[in-house]
């Protein structure tokens, strides 16, 4: 092929050149990743220490005898207190970190001064986003593998269900978690303190889906407000699936809304990041810091 | 109390350097020490380190501006920060207004006023005026005398308008108006200023030197760092030249000029620019200092060179440029300036 | 013509630099409103989990199992001073430390240093206004608290307030300390995350000591926070205390004294080493 200067640019675009640049932008990110050593901690550390609070804090409500436990067990239905807690504390660290992680990714770009030269490659500007969320994937199963390795090894946590179960629900809820990490990264390009809109979805998991309670405790008015956050479902279907024998079939009505839901923000996300894809072009706010 | 405003002797300041960029000395010793064994954990190995300022000497006459200039790294920063107690010197001593930089370093504080990193040495979050008032209290001026001395700041540096809006709203060259008036406040002796027109537009830039003249009526002593070679020239008593941590010169402007005055530049402009082209030249005899610049993406060359005498050297240099698809475009025969003095001294150009 | 300085240092000025440090400080927390906004509501937010986990445990409002541990029922009340002590860590490593590292960041470091007015002295300055603005959060949090969740203080508030008092003190002086090495790092973020949850953690603002796995109090009893919060609770709400309240005073003045003087001398000698290798004003 020649490669004379003619105007003919050697770009072409096309469905292969646009996969082979979202694999360029998950391997770019990966790499960024593993250069920072404070991964360890984040991958090792955290997954450990963050659930232990609210553990621990089991520990002292169930007193030196245990007898706190059995009421427990009795309001919750489950009989593994800790597998209990780690799980919806993984659910609100995975929208944590999504939130941040894919919720900043533009903005890092655009404080990093390489979201202007990203935006000016003719690739479909929308996988920048999809390919942060490849490594991410990545990097939270890992997270929960390396949980739920811990935990088993040091409390004996064990698994009363099927693995398989476990996962398929965790795969139904990326839509959901993964969306509104993209509807919040339009957001936070645009909006200045965008710390605190992170600060308050994370809160609003925190309350209202039953993060270390069972949705039931709640009164009437949260629990309406809890049907409404997707986060809610996936915890109840990954205790479900985890603790007792659950089939598809015990899982749908969690799974369904969770779908749903996710459908809905990834939409949502998607709709926000042309908004403000169309009004940086007009405003120019691309290149700002 | 010392006759110098400002006094250092062979200052020196070394860093710890990162692998590969020190100095070949140090280096050296580092690579050919016999490697320690692994369980000798406790031996240091010697540390390679990167000398910024290799033994300055400078005394700064009380009145006068001086004029500190050199490229980038040249270790003007570095200078600076140690006249003014951010930086402690490896070695050698400074005296700023009599006072020791290390052992009196509160008094040296007291005598300066600053102005480092312009905009971003103020608070944004705070006004114009709550800045210069917050500072005025930390330079110990008694509460009165800080509240009408920031009022005649404000008005001189023409900051009345907007003295109670936040910093942040501010344009750039607001934001050096209120850095400048902070470095004002005490009516310090001595002013230090790095790079003080970098980033302004001409007409702030135009501004700015005329009040560092108003300055310097009034009393003031002014050390200021530039790359800028007309601005050096033009408001400097004296000018010191540093290069790669030494001061390679030290006079007034037209010293310095007169140092080349028995040479001429001579500048061309080229088309068709080849390396084999400037060795020719550099072998004509009274030819020295060869210096090209790519003027933009263009094929355009700019070729500076220094010669004894123009009027036999120029035959030979058209001879060596014609042909082979070199051109010249133009030619020009000037006195010498400050950044040829530069040149002259150093080899290279100003804005490398 | 002779230039004449109108800096003339006096103890005045002095007292007056801290005074004028502490209030820019205040100024600048307040023109973050969602900041400050956020500092009140964070906490509540990190509770609620904690409020309806122990609702999972109770019959009838109380929580039985608890109460075996220290004494009280109430464990909504033990949790919410808990969280007020968690506020003042929290300001301690994010903002102490944080502090002139962001003032490192921005430029302004350099010129508060050039300033003929000590390092140490522009610290404690910092720490005022940081002790006053945490103060008010977290009372303004405790009533929010207190309104959602129910506090009930039984004993006596000032006993329990004039108890916070060198604890705190001792906190900030640790926090000279911090201040000086985040200074030298250059991604401090990890330490102060990390740090942070473990001293939270540890020094029982959470839950009683006493339920913790006996192969970790030990680590608890090192750190002097856990007596000062331990006194505070025996005061107000009448728990049992680890060891006699006396003693734990007497614990805090220790510390107290200790980290103010041993956090300074670390400070002054990271600022030193600052100046040796000039890291200021470059990141």
Excluded at chain 1, 177 to 184: D, V
Excluded at chain 1, 249 to 269: A, K, R
Excluded at chain 2, 21 to 38: F, H, L, V, Y
Aim: hydrophobic share 45%; proline share 4%.
């Amino acid at each position: 092929m020649e490669t004379s200067l003619t105007p003919q640019s050697l770009g072409q675009r096309g469905l292969l050149s646009d996969i082979r640049a979202f694999l360029a932008i998950i391997r770019r990110e990966w790499t960024i990743f593993i250069r920072y050593p404070s991964w360890i901690i984040a991958m090792l550390i955290w997954p450990l220490i963050f659930p232990m609070l609210y553990i621990l804090t089991a520990r002292a409500l169930s007193g030196p005898d245990g007898s706190g436990l059995a009421v427990f067990m009795k309001t919750t239905g489950a009989t593994d207190y800790i597998g209990y807690i780690i799980i919806g504390t993984t659910v609100w660290m995975w929208q944590n970190i999504v939130l941040w992680d894919v919720g900043f990714a533009l903005r890092q770009e655009q404080m990093r001064g390489t979201l202007e030269s990203n935006w000016l490659s003719p690739t479909w500007r929308f996988s920048y986003l999809l390919g942060h969320t490849g490594p991410q994937i990545v990097s939270m199963a890992i997270f929960v593998l390396i949980t739920a390795i811990e935990f088993g090894l040091i409390f004996g946590v064990r698994l009363n269900g099927s693995g398989w179960m476990l996962a398929l629900v965790m795969l139904a809820a990326i839509p959901a978690i993964y969306g509104l990490g993209f509807a919040f990264a339009s957001l936070v390009i645009t909006v200045k303190e965008a710390n605190a809109f992170v600060f308050l979805i994370r809160g609003l998991v925190m309350i209202f889906c039953g993060i270390t309670f069972p949705i039931a405790i709640l009164p009437e008015w949260m629990q309406a407000v809890a049907k409404w956050m997707p986060q809610s479902y996936l915890i109840h279907a990954m205790r479900t699936a985890a603790f007792s024998n659950a089939g598809v079939n015990e899982l749908l009505p969690d799974l369904i809304p969770l779908l749903s839901f996710g459908t809905f923000w990834l939409v949502v996300g998607y709709l926000a990041f042309i908004w403000m894809e169309r009004r940086a072009r007009q405003t120019g706010a691309i290149g700002q810091y | 109390m010392s006759d110098f405003a400002i006094e250092a002797t062979q200052l020196v300041k070394k860093f710890p350097a990162r692998p590969g960029t020190g100095d070949k000395k140090t280096e050296g010793e580092a690579a050919s020490s016999p490697k320690k064994k692994r369980w000798q954990f406790w031996k240091k190995e010697p540390k390679a380190l990167f000398t910024a300022v290799d033994g300055v000497d400078l005394q700064i006459q009380r009145g006068e501006i001086f004029g500190l200039l050199g490229p980038n790294g040249a270790g003007k920063s570095t200078t600076i920060r140690m006249l003014c107690t951010l930086l402690e010197p490896t070695s050698g001593t400074a005296r700023v207004n009599g006072f020791d930089v290390v052992k009196q370093a509160n008094d040296v504080r007291r005598s300066l006023g600053t102005l480092l990193a312009g905009e971003r040495s103020i608070y944004w979050k705070l006004s114009g005026r709550e800045n210069l008032e917050y500072f005025a209290a930390l330079y110990h001026i008694p509460q009165p005398i800080a509240k009408k001395r920031v009022e005649e700041l404000i008005e001189r540096m023409e900051l009345k308008d907007r003295a109670n809006e936040l910093v942040e709203k501010y344009s750039t060259g607001m934001r050096q108006r209120v850095a400048i008036a902070k470095a004002l406040l005490a009516r310090p002796p001595i002013l230090l200023l790095d790079e003080p027109t970098l980033g302004l537009d001409p007409q702030a830039a135009r501004r700015l030197r005329e009040l560092i003249a108003e300055l310097k009526q009034e009393g003031h002593t002014i050390l200021l760092t530039t790359h800028y070679m007309e601005e050096a020239d033009q408001l400097s008593d004296r000018i010191g030249i540093i290069d790669t941590g030494k001061v390679i010169a030290l006079d007034t402007p037209a010293g310095l000029k007169r140092r080349i005055e028995q040479k001429e530049v001579i500048k061309l402009e080229v088309t068709g620019w080849h390396d084999e082209i400037g060795e020719k030249l550099k072998s004509i005899t009274g030819i020295e200092n060869l210096i090209t610049r790519q003027q933009g993406e263009a094929d355009l060359w700019e070729v500076n060179m220094q010669a004894h005498n123009s009027r036999t050297a120029i035959p030979r240099i058209v001879e060596h440029i014609s042909g082979n698809g070199t051109r010249l475009v133009n030619m020009n025969i000037v006195k010498p300036s400050l950044e040829d003095v530069f040149i002259h001294l150093t080899g290279k150009a100003l804005r490398d | 013509m002779q230039i004449t300085t109108l800096s003339q240092p006096s103890l005045k000025t002095q007292l007056r630099s801290l005074f004028v440090i502490a209030r820019k400080d205040w100024k600048v927390f307040w023109r973050y409103p969602l900041n400050a906004v956020s500092n009140v509501f964070q906490p509540i937010i990190w509770i609620t989990p904690v409020y309806f986990m122990g609702k999972a445990f109770s019959t009838n409002g109380q929580a039985t199992g608890f109460a075996a541990y220290s004494g009280s029922g109430d464990y909504m009340s033990y949790i919410l001073l808990g969280t007020v002590l968690t506020n003042f860590i929290l300001t301690v490593f994010w903002g102490m430390g944080l502090a002139l590292k962001e003032d490192m960041d921005a430029g302004v470091l350099e010129s508060n240093w050039l300033t003929p007015v000590s390092r140490l002295l522009i610290l404690v300055g910092r720490t005022l206004t940081s002790l006053l603005t945490t103060t008010i959060t977290s009372l303004v949090m405790l009533g929010i608290g207190a309104a959602l969740f129910g506090f009930k203080p039984t004993g006596s508030t000032l006993a329990a307030f004039l108890t916070a008092i060198p604890m705190l003190l001792g906190l900030y002086g640790f926090g000279f300390a911090f201040a000086g090495i985040v200074l030298l790092m250059r991604d401090a973020n990890t330490l102060i995350d990390v740090g942070s949850f473990l001293v939270q953690g540890f020094s029982g603002t959470n839950f009683p000591v006493k339920s913790l796995p006996y192969w970790l109090i030990p680590v608890s009893l090192m750190l002097p926070l856990t007596y000062g919060l331990d006194a505070i609770r025996g005061f107000l709400l009448k728990t049992n205390t680890l060891m006699p309240i006396n003693i734990e005073i007497i614990i805090l003045i220790v510390f107290m004294f200790v980290m103010l003087w041993g956090g300074a001398q670390i400070f002054y000698r990271v600022e030193r080493r600052v100046r040796k290798l000039g890291t200021l004003g470059q990141h």
